[in-house]
């Protein structure tokens, strides 16, 4: 999501007259786009604040801004802190920026501007489709800083994705439960959005990020099962195998409810490849809970889980973890092995299996299950931006390797 938004930012600036650089040196606005959801990534921020003072002072014309979920939470520290910093503007402001732009530059015509991807793939396109959060996970701030979840206009959205460039092929969208999304002045739900965005006939793949378990209807199932645009790899964030912790962490389902749903991904299609996110060192995190978490990854076979030591984000005790830093360490490197062994053995099941790849350049593209897929034994001149299937033939260095079986586009 921040990415996405970075990228709206960065296309302010375009229209304003500027170039983008990464050097800090020889810019003459630096904004500074902010995370909250770990401790570490605020700290970055701000130890990247202190770095910008000396900058500032030999160049006053020079514009900062810090904007973000850090800014949101921080913003009269940071005001008060970083006095040189020209504008905080947190999350639930971000829709003041380009007024805020207006401010001190002058907008050009956006008509001739191109705009350059800061992310991803030339092929792949970012589309926010909410804002914020309406659930309590009690280690998250999101909701504190993003505010409530606010679900975007369908027709503004449409008319996003139908405005983007051409070479577009994958459209990525986010919410923080994206799949809870609900336009009601439109009728149109999650399952009416991919719809109407399938019907995008450049539009060749749909990704989302991150569905919440809370939020799968028997409706996505079935349009999950007919609707091959849909990518067959889904990231869902489980944070633990333990009933009890995924209880103290008010996640608001069961580890029988995650594999239920992974069940039901799995039977619309047997493909599916699901990826997830785990927390380690969790207050009262016992032997045993970390263990079902083991159990669970052992089960499921993800094809690949962010793994994160436990960031307290406020000094209450109870948001301490009792357990030792090294304690959780050994513990995250443990998963992490098994993380690795895990996706490697899912990778050599893929040999032998028909994959659809979508090409990132005329070699190398992504198959819909999320690897990355390098194309041989083909005198074809592949077209960026086409759909093919491959026949994987071997795996190495993490990359699939596969035959052409005959190109759609
Ligand atoms: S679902 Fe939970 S973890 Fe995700 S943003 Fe909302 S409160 Fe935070």
Known sequence: MNEDDSQKVANLFLERGFNLTDNIEKSDAIVINTCTVRQHAEDKALSLLGKLRGIKRNKPQLKIFFIGCAAQRLGNKVKSKFNFVDEVIGSKDFYKMENILNLYYERYSSKD?????????EISDYQTIMRGCSLSCSYCIVPKVRGPAISLDSNDIMREIMAKDEKIKEIILLGQTVNAYIDKKNKVDFVKLIEKISSIEAIKRIKFMSPHPLFFTDDFFKLYRKNKKISRQ???????????????????????????????????????SISTDFIVGFPGESQKDFEESLDILEKIKFSFAFCFKYSP?????????????????????????????ISKDNMAKRIGEIEEVLMLDSRHGKTSTGYNCAIIDSNKKIKQGSLLKAKILKVEKNILHGKVQNEKL
Do not use: C, W
């Not at 109870?318 to 098994?338: A, F, M, P, T, W």
């Open 113 to 121: 501007i191109e705009y350059p991807k800061l992310f991803n793939s």
């Open 234 to 272: 889904i990231h869902l964030p489980i944070q633990s195998g333990s009933d009890n912790i995924l209880k103290k962490m008010r996640r608001g389902y069961t580890s029988s409810d995650y594999i239920d749903i992974v069940k039901r991904l799995k039977e619309a299609d047997k493909n599916t």
């Open 313 to 341: 984000r406020t000094d209450n005790p109870k948001d301490i973890s009792d357990l030792s830093d090294d304690e959780i360490s050994r513990r995250l490197s443990i998963l992490l092995k098994k993380v690795k062994q």
